[in-house]
């Protein structure tokens, strides 16, 4: 009697990840991956590289270099990269395309429907310079971009995953859509950022922890700190962050020199947020807006530092104001000054925000590992059994 064939195993569905820059998907989407590799998906990151393979290769992820500029606007590149990114996907047997941030959408959605890979996650991680523009251009620019992603890049298998429900609204979608799901950013894990005390006062030692953008309203803080200061607070300023060689808006050296020479210290890039934010008392992100879910909010909160930024989506999706900091309207010098004269004041008001912040992340679904919950969801549904 004829013993039966053993069939052969079933290979690993295969995800691959569509980001523009290596640095972004090891800062931020490390967890994600872990999530995915530890659920038996084959995963690969395409991205551009720079300094960051190993970290992403260390969670058991292979990456595929390809290279495209995102702060370019020539539609040519970017059909070009599509056509590439095509190939890859092909090449790698995509069954899931994860394309991160608006052109990764953009030319990872054109080359997923290119290969014929219909099971898509597009996240948005913030609209950019798109979601701070009230202007008719602006408006027009995000229409376009709403009917692109909903329509000609989409299918019926394609999932939304969204850092605040405010950019869902802007897509048109209900965040409530089971197409649709909120997370809190790239969440943070608590356990790696703990509070430690706070540092004497006065002065009130306020940080901004961020790439050096004037979108991020850098010089809106150091114009508040300069009012507060004038006013007789005692008010201390220090920024943590370099310029973005690859973005437009983009604060020169010499400007943030400047800055330090009228008694705002700029330290440049940091490795260890927690030592910065066991130095302060406050994060600030006076932002334009454009945000996902600020990362640097989740990591100062998760310190037990309160908040101060402004009232724009992503920021507000963490902050309540007056609980865990203080909201402020976008580009408003004298009402981000008043706020922080306020707080100098009440050192008692500096500690109770703290340590609402860390609950905020602990309690509203900010941490990693809420996060990669939700994102193994869609992955399975996109699978199946």
């Known amino acids: 009697m004829d013993r039966p064939t053993p069939s052969e195993p079933t290979p690993p569905k295969t995800l691959v990840f569509v980001v523009t820059e290596d640095w972004f998907f090891a800062s931020h989407f490390l967890p994600m991956a872990r999530a995915a590799v530890a659920m038996g998906l084959s995963v690969a990151v395409v991205t551009r590289v720079r300094d960051h393979r190993g970290a992403i290769e260390a969670v058991g992820v292979r990456v595929v270099p390809l290279e ?7 539609p040519m590149a970017a059909g070009y990269a599509a056509g590439q990114l095509a190939s890859i996907l092909k090449a790698l047997k995509a069954d ?24 898509r996650v597009y996240a948005p991680t913030g609209l950019g310079l798109l979601g701070a523009r009230s202007d008719a251009a602006g408006r027009f620019a995000r229409t376009a971009l709403r009917h692109l992603i909903r329509g000609p890049l989409a299918t019926g298998r394609t999932r939304f995953l969204f850092e605040n429900p405010d950019d869902a609204r802007a897509f048109g979608l209900d965040p409530a859509d089971t197409a649709v799901t909120i997370v809190g950013g790239a969440g943070i894990d608590p ?33 508040a700190v300069r009012e507060a200061r004038a006013a007789g607070s005692p008010v201390a300023l220090s920024l943590y962050g370099a310029p973005d060689p690859s973005n437009r808006r983009a604060i020169p050296e010499e400007t943030l020199r400047e800055w330090s020479r009228d008694g705002i210290a700029w330290h440049g890039p940091t490795q260890d947020v927690s030592r910065v934010w066991a130095a302060h008392h406050l994060a600030c992100l006076p932002s334009r807006g454009g945000e996902g879910l600020p990362r640097t909010l989740l990591e100062a909160a998760a310190c037990g530092r309160g908040l101060v930024a402004t009232d724009v989506p992503g920021c507000r999706a963490l902050i309540r104001d007056r609980v865990e900091g203080v909201l402020v309207p976008p580009g408003s010098v004298a009402a981000l000054s008043a706020a922080l004269i306020r707080l100098a004041a009440d050192p008692e008001a500096v500690a109770r925000v703290g340590t609402a912040a860390r609950a905020r992340v602990i309690e509203g679904g900010f941490t990693e590992a809420a996060v990669a919950g939700a994102v193994r969801a869609i992955y399975a549904e996109l699978v199946g059994p």
């Open 96 to 119: 899931i395309v994860h394309c991160i941030a608006l052109r990764s959408i953009l030319v990872g959605g054109t080359a997923a429907a290119m290969a014929g890979v219909p099971a």
């Open 191 to 223: 356990d790696a950022h703990r509070p430690a005390p706070l540092p004497p006062a006065p002065p009130l030692r306020v940080a901004i922890v961020s790439r050096m953008l004037w979108s991020k309203g850098i010089d809106v803080a150091v114009e």
């Open 68 to 74: 495209d500029e995102r702060s370019s606007l020539n």
